[in-house]
């Protein structure tokens, strides 16, 4: 079955094809075909994972050339193994569990059929980029993930912020991934190839020299920064949520924010061998974690909060990475590589599980606004249940997936001490604003009665998934418990990197668990107890308050750091086009109108003056003649006879008389002349005589 | 032999004469054969006097009498028609091919 993989991405490649061209039209088949398509594509998938896992996680490679062309040859290809069995199972489950979900949230939308077309075009696009043997393929697929990603968040582009927002997830990702390209380039110029495997076997063989190396690392990680919004270019996602919650539950939380991590796990033996460029990630991973935690704590909007706890996940996972490669490269064991790929995992299926209860939530009461939630426990018992079990998971508390994970990611950053410190403080927060949400959202006195009194549970199709997703937030996390010798961390590190096994640590899972555990305790007292006032610590601390509200000002800032220069050189551009350009168009084209007026008055005058003057000469000439055509046949005798008696005479005197004169010839023509000008008088006169005649007769 | 080409250029100035005067198409058909016969003259003159024995002006001659005949008869039969289609044989009558 490894050998089919190619099909997991190409089978919802048809499925685009098919509902785009044949199906538009029948939205529950368009619907059916897709979630059929990813269900064999999920099927597949975790047969491709078992048998990953019954190699050992040895990787399996098949591709063939594409381009060949001298210094650089770029291929096709595939490669299997452990991390992308485990991607292709994640992105094909909450594929499938969004899939099925958005049945019901999407019904009634005017574009059904064409949302279940974008969603199999994303993943397409998400497991060719998993699938990819080389660099080449993944921006491929990495630049498809993007364009699709502009489709989802602007699906309803009626909207304006919808509509800016999709513009906006757009260039910001296109920004890092620029920086992306140069690294490709940079690779292709020292290595003179693509493929992953060889790539890194000549790195390691030392064709870049160190500086090259961490810049080219760094390019590549700037793509990862773009896609899985690490600061600075965090500031697409939150906006991003403009798009139908299934999109933010997909995309933006599950699998496609979830390629930058993948690709810095992916070409880990690069940063790896940069060091010090390695610190560069785990330093932007936990800027990013921490800040975005600061502003999730403040957000008002169900989605948004969610949204900032995405990515501050994802800058854990970036932290433990980037911190992984700089331990390697000095030599001292780390289990980052482990815990940033297994929390990638479990952050898939809990925070899409969030995304889609939040979901729920909003379809079932019609807001995104916490502020007007509040007691919807007993109206949706199945979504307020899961939610809370996504919560407990992401908090990490024992034995939700999320604990292991978390668990591992804390130990991690062992070595480093402001990490720890940092890494725990994120922990606090992330348990503290999840709990915030759960609180205010389904429990106390409801808030706005009105919706309140219209709020209703989700349709069946929306919270099944909801329940298998609860179910894989809870048990997803045990293939990774550290007393498991042959689990998920020894089958990740099959391959280049041999896995040291380390013993549990007692200490740490109890502190994380404390720290988590107080968070939660902290938002229980704030919101459900209210025996703290959140408007009072919000005045104590104003200025923090009001730049975590305010996102830290960072839109204001690009605003009017980069926006604004952009646009007015653009409006100077535009002012020099008009002018400069246009104007040297439309003098181009006067100058022709101009020269071709020229042109015509020489072809009317001078060449049309030519044909019709000579056709003007030639009439003139015949009307002149034609009388000698009289029709009488004696006429012409008496020329022909008249003109051989001339040309007898010349001939007569001028060669046998040797006359310098022909005078007799003269004398002839002379007499032959008086003869004909008589006689047209004779017959001028003859004419009048029978006109009077004939007018006589009448 | 003087008098002999003598003879026959009167006799073809009167035919040319004859052609370019007359009005009657039959008149002009009758001065065609004077300037045939003035030709056999001049044929049966020359053969006389500058190869005698060869004969081929007297075999000249008499083709031409031939031709003649025929060129008279279709001649006619033109003349005929002219007269049915345009009553009258002048060649006034008929000055149909001008401009």
């Not at chain 1, 899939?99 to 005017?110: A, K, P, T």
């Not at chain 2, 007359?22 to 016969?37: A, K, Q, V, Y």
């Amino acid at each position: 079955m490894t050998k089919y993989s190619f099909l997991i991405c190409l089978i919802p490649a048809l499925s685009f094809v098919m509902i785009v061209f044949f199906l538009r039209w029948k939205e529950k088949l368009s619907a059916g075909w897709s979630i059929a398509s990813i269900l064999i594509s999920w099927v597949m998938s975790i047969i491709v994972l078992i048998e990953t896992i019954s190699r050992n996680g040895q990787p399996y490679e098949a591709s063939y050339r594409f381009i060949n062309l001298p210094g650089i040859n770029i291929e096709i290809g595939i490669l299997v193994d452990a991390l992308t069995a485990i991607m292709l199972v994640v992105v094909t489950t909450v594929g499938a569990c969004v899939e099925i979900y958005s049945v019901g949230y999407m019904r009634g939308d005017s574009l059904f059929s064409r949302f279940f077309a974008y969603l199999s075009l994303f993943l397409f696009s998400m497991l060719g980029l998993v699938l990819a043997n080389n660099f080449f393929m993944i921006f491929i697929f990495w630049e498809l993930v993007g364009l699709t990603s502009y489709l989802l968040i602007g699906f309803w582009f009626e909207k304006k912020s919808a509509a800016n927002a999709c513009k906006k997830a757009f260039i910001t990702t296109r920004i890092g991934d620029l920086g992306f390209l140069v690294g490709l380039f940079l690779i292709a110029f020292y290595c003179g190839t693509f493929n992953y495997g060889d790539v890194f076997a000549k790195l390691s063989a030392g064709v870049m020299p160190l500086g090259v190396l961490t810049a080219t690392a760094i390019f590549v990680f700037s793509g990862a920064v773009g896609k899985s919004a690490q600061f600075p270019l965090h500031v697409w996602l939150p906006d991003a949520m403009e798009g139908p919650t299934p999109v933010s539950a997909l995309i933006h939380a599950a699998t496609m924010v979830a390629a930058g991590v993948y690709l810095v796990a992916r070409a880990m033996p690069m940063f790896i061998g940069t060091g010090n460029g390695a610190m560069v990630v785990a330093i932007i991973g936990l800027i990013t974690s921490l800040l975005a935690a600061t502003i999730a704590l403040t957000q008002n909007d169900i989605k948004r909060v969610l949204a900032y706890s995405t990515v501050s996940q994802l800058g854990y996972m970036i932290m433990a990475l980037g911190l992984y490669g700089y331990d390697t490269y000095h030599g001292s064991p780390s289990v980052g590589y482990f815990a940033g790929t297994f929390h990638l995992m479990n952050h898939a299926f809990f925070k899409g599980l969030l995304f889609l209860a939040a979901g729920s939530v909003i379809h079932g009461i019609g807001t995104n606004d916490i502020r007007e939630m509040g007691g919807l426990y007993p109206k949706m018992k199945t979504t307020a249940i899961t939610f809370m079990i996504a919560s407990l998971s992401i908090s990490g508390i024992f034995p939700f997936s999320g604990f292991w994970s978390k668990d591992e990611i804390v130990a991690s950053t062992l070595h480093h001490p402001v990490f720890l410190i940092l890494t725990l403080t994120i922990a606090f927060m992330t348990a503290f604003y999840m709990w915030r949400l759960c609180f205010m959202t389904f429990t106390g006195k409801p808030r706005d009665l009105d919706r309140f009194n219209h709020a209703h549970e989700s349709p069946r199709v929306m919270t099944w998934p909801l329940a298998f997703l609860a179910f894989l937030a809870v048990v997803s996390g045990w293939v990774g418990m550290p007393w498991l010798h042959h689990g998920f961390s020894s089958f990740v590190y099959a391959g280049a990197h041999a896995p040291e096994h380390h013993a549990p640590s007692y200490a740490l899972m109890i502190i994380s668990l404390c720290v988590a555990l107080s968070g939660i305790g902290l938002a229980y007292l704030m919101y459900y107890k209210k025996s703290i006032s959140p408007e009072a610590i919000g005045q104590r601390f104003r200025l923090l308050y009001k730049l975590s509200f305010n996102k830290f000002y960072f839109d204001e800032i690009y605003q009017v750091a980069i926006i604004n220069p952009i646009m007015s050189i653009a409006r100077f551009m535009w002012s020099f086009d008009v002018v400069i350009i246009d104007g040297a168009v439309n003098g181009t084209a006067w100058l022709t109108i101009l020269l071709s007026d020229i042109k015509q008055w020489f072809d009317v005058w001078i060449i049309d003056g030519a044909v019709n003057g000579s056709g003007w000469v030639v009439r003139q000439i015949g009307d002149g003649l034609r009388f000698i055509q009289t029709g009488v046949a004696q006429s012409y005798a008496l020329t022909i006879s008249a003109l051989v008696v001339l040309f007898g005479l010349i001939k007569f005197e001028l060669v046998y008389l040797t006359w310098s004169w022909p005078i007799m010839t003269i004398i002839f023509v002379m007499g032959v002349t008086a003869l004909i000008l008589v006689s047209r008088v004779v017959v001028t006169r003859q004419e009048l005589n029978s006109d009077i005649s004939k007018e006589d007769k009448v | 032999m003087f008098y002999y080409l003598a003879l026959a250029a009167i006799l073809f100035s009167i035919g040319l004469f004859g052609v370019l005067t007359r009005r009657n198409t039959i008149g002009i058909l009758m001065s065609l054969e004077l300037m045939f016969n003035a030709a056999n003259i001049n044929f049966v003159t020359f053969n006389k006097y500058i190869a005698a024995e060869a004969l081929l002006g007297e075999m000249f001659a008499i083709f031409i009498i031939v031709v003649a005949a025929a060129e008279a008869a279709v001649g006619l039969a033109i003349v005929l028609l002219i007269y049915r289609n345009w009553n009258g044989i002048d060649t006034d009558n008929y000055n149909v091919m001008k401009w």
